[in-house]
């Protein structure tokens, strides 16, 4: 069946770093755009960051372009996505979900938690 | 970009219908056919309920349809049922590759 199983998330220190992967079974990976996409503890869905099939393209959210890289291993089904320079305003659920068309997300993971604190 | 906006909260009692609306710009909703919407329970990832406007993917029942007029996008769901109690956000493709959600609207069954 279709999983995509994120990990890697934990307890950071502010201006630290932190790796999120997604591991992704059941479709092909290859042939698909990937986004990460968080919620804040309470709050709404905020689009993070995408990556096309290829990893040719990357895109990002204003509030973290120059601190997140999303990256993808096809030849493992993984997605990343590296945390630089973290604040207090990161911490949040972070889902990893693929893209259709670049229009909508029908998969998602459970999600990975990363809570930034001293 | 600004998030959409969303009602903070919405009801009904089984069995009836409610619509839960989401504004934009021209710039997003106004200006696209893709518009999505999201169901989450509590401590769930969320689960996609329609897609470009007013499509449904497979597994979802009819009682979910979407709509859109000018800037503003909305989801009904008839025939209310208990699980349908979760939280709903809307999503729009904003152009220039960029994804912005509403704010979510929380539907309580009564």
């Known amino acids: 069946q279709v999983q995509f199983v994120e990990s890697g998330g934990g307890v950071v220190q502010p201006g630290r770093s932190l790796r999120l992967s997604c591991a992704v079974s059941g479709v092909t990976f290859s042939n698909h755009g990937m986004h990460w996409v968080r919620q804040a503890p309470g709050k709404g869905l905020e689009w993070v960051a995408f990556i096309w099939s290829d990893g040719s393209n990357k895109y990002y959210v204003d509030s973290v372009k120059g601190r997140f890289t999303i990256s993808r291993d096809n030849s493992e089904n993984i997605l990343y996505l590296q945390m630089n320079s973290v604040t207090a305003e990161d911490t949040a659920v972070y889902y990893c979900t693929r893209d259709r068309a670049k229009d909508y997300f029908d998969y998602w993971g459970q999600g990975t938690l990363v809570t930034v604190s001293s | 970009q600004s998030a959409l906006t969303q009602p903070r909260s919405v009801s009904g009692s089984p069995g009836q219908s409610v619509t839960i609306s989401c504004t934009g710009t021209s710039n997003d909703v106004g200006g696209s056919d893709y518009v999505s919407w999201y169901q989450q329970h509590p401590g769930k990832a969320p689960k996609l309920m329609i897609y470009?406007?007013?499509k449904r993917p497979s597994g979802v029942p009819d009682r979910f349809s979407g709509s859109k007029s000018g800037n503003t996008a909305s989801l009904t769901i008839s025939g209310l049922q208990a699980d349908d109690e979760a939280d709903y956000y809307c999503?729009?493709?904003?152009?220039?590759?960029?994804?912005?959600f509403g704010g979510g609207t929380k539907l309580t069954v009564l």
């Open positions: 470009d406007v007013t």
């Open positions: 999503c729009s493709c904003a152009g220039s590759i960029l994804w912005v």
